[in-house]
Nanobody
Framework: QLQLVESGGGLVQPGGSLRLSCAAS????????IGWFRQAPGKERERVSC????????RYADSVKGRFTISRDNAKNTVYLQMNALKPEDTAVYYC???????????????????WGQGTQVTVSS
């Protein structure tokens, strides 16, 4: 069964850090671009960051540039999102997604993906 499983979410104070993980099972993550998306209550899903299958190309939403870093360890079949200097507006459910087409996942506005994870809650609050 092809699956993406997110972990690492939780409650953190403003200014704190979290590292999210996206682990793949049933397929080789290294063949896929991976994106992190988030959705807050009452808001549309937002693309946060993306990384190409090789890891050489990354993209970030303007709202997280300089604070979040995406990385991948293909040997561990896992992609990470390091989130620093967290703000209350970062509160959302965070999802990872996989697609063999970088453009469809990371550039287009369709947010298309072959596979989605179930999401992990991130809450930034004092």
């Amino acid at each position: 069964q092809l699956q993406l499983v997110e972990s690492g979410g939780g409650l953190v104070q403003p200014g704190g850090s979290l590292r999210l993980s996206c682990a793949a099972s049933g397929f080789t993550l290294g063949n896929y671009a991976i994106g992190w998306f988030r959705q807050a209550p009452g808001k549309e899903r937002e693309r946060v960051s993306c990384v190409s299958s090789s890891g050489w190309t990354t993209r970030y939403a303007d709202s997280v540039k300089g604070r979040f870093t995406i990385s991948r360890d293909n040997a561990k079949n896992t992609v990470y999102l390091q989130m620093n200097a967290l703000k209350p507006e970062d509160t959302a459910v965070y999802y990872c997604a996989a697609d063999q087409q970088f453009f469809r996942l990371c550039v287009s506005n369709s947010f298309g993906a072959e596979l989605w994870g179930q999401g992990t809650q991130v809450t930034v609050s004092s």
